[in-house]
Structure formats: structure tokens, C-alpha cells
């Protein structure tokens, strides 16, 4: 390297300087013969897609469900719910606990809107993680006024009004018995 008249070594200097050197380096290497073989590179996989993340906000301005529609559920231990066209051995393997229930959710406490609420995003939770069968637990009213379920009735028109709900009976004591009711849910899978 050449200093200038400032002392300072010059760009030009150190590029011609590092090319000889280079030069110097490849002086005995034969360049390969040309090949017409194309190397073709695998792709890189595509990303996993990831569900968007839902809030309760965001599931009940959503919500469709209305507090309107009434449909006839006996009360007692045979209330129950079968989407039209299914067997009714679904809703029997339901009742004895042929699905491993794999989420729950508990409204106690909660007002008519807020279980609404809650429902629809658990519900949308559910089958986006593709759950099968859920628990629901709604409370027997105990803690109301005349000590008579509010929600229980609320819960059964609202889930009847999901596409995605296949079945819904009556929880066994274990689960919560009258104040619970295990659910069925398309399969997402």
C-alpha cells in the first residue's frame, strides 16, 4: 500500500494490490467445463398457518345468537338436544360418555350476556383447536332468585343455534348433573 501526500493509503492502491494477490492465489486453478444440468433446490417448506387469535370481544361482536328463538327442551333428566338427521345413538353414546370431554367452561356467577358472550367464544375456541366433546356448566340456580336456573334454558336455545353443535344432554353427576350439560361438536378434523 502507497501512502498519499496526506499519508493516508488510497482505495485504488489496496484494490489493485488485493486483485494481484488474488490473481496470484488462482493462478494454477482450471475452471470447470461447463455442464447443461440444471441443480434444481428443494423449496423451503411454507410456514404453518396459525389461527387468528380471537378475544371474547372480538367472538361477541360475532355473535348471532339470539335470546328469541325458544325451542321445546323437556326439563328433568332427559333434556337433551339431537341435530335433525343424526341417529339417535349419538345422543346415547353422548349420555355415556363415549367422548373424553376436553374442555369445560363454568358460568357461574355470570350474567345473561356474559354467558352469551363466554359461550360463543369458547365455542369458537373449541372447534378451532378441534375439540369434540365439552362440558358446559351452568349452574342450578341455586344462587338466584326462587333458586330456578336462569342460564340452563338460555344455554340449551343458544347452543341449538350452532351449526357446529351436533348434540347436547344433561352432564352425569360427575360432571355437574342438572346444573351442567355436555356438548358434541362437529368434527374439525
Given at each position: ?59 361477541a ?33 353422548l ?70 353443535v ?24
Amino acid at each position: 500500500m502507497k501512502p498519499d501526500k496526506k499519508g493516508l493509503t488510497s482505495d485504488r492502491t489496496i484494490n489493485e494490490e488485493e486483485a494481484a494477490l488474488f490473481r496470484e492465489a488462482m493462478r494454477d486453478v482450471i475452471p470447470l467445463t461447463p455442464s447443461r444440468q440444471v441443480v434444481h433446490r428443494p423449496k423451503p417448506p411454507r410456514p404453518i398457518p396459525r389461527p387468528a387469535v380471537q378475544t371474547a370481544t372480538t367472538a361477541a361482536s360475532q355473535d348471532t345468537l339470539s335470546d328469541h328463538v325458544s325451542l321445546e327442551i323437556p326439563d328433568g333428566d332427559g333434556w337433551a338436544y339431537l341435530r335433525p338427521g343424526l341417529p339417535r345413538q349419538t345422543l346415547r353414546k353422548l349420555r355415556r360418555g363415549h367422548w373424553k370431554i376436553q374442555a369445560e367452561l363454568d358460568m357461574h356467577g355470570m350474567t345473561q350476556d356474559q354467558a352469551r358472550y363466554a359461550l360463543v367464544a369458547f365455542l369458537d375456541e373449541c372447534s378451532r383447536y378441534g375439540a369434540r366433546c365439552v362440558c358446559i356448566i351452568h349452574g342450578r340456580g341455586l344462587g338466584s332468585k326462587n333458586h330456578e336456573p336462569v342460564l340452563k334454558l338460555k344455554v340449551g336455545n343458544w347452543l341449538a343455534q350452532r351449526h357446529d353443535v351436533l348434540a347436547f344432554c344433561q352432564a352425569t353427576p360427575e360432571y355437574g348433573g342438572r346444573g351442567a350439560v355436555l356438548v358434541l361438536l362437529k368434527s374439525t378434523v
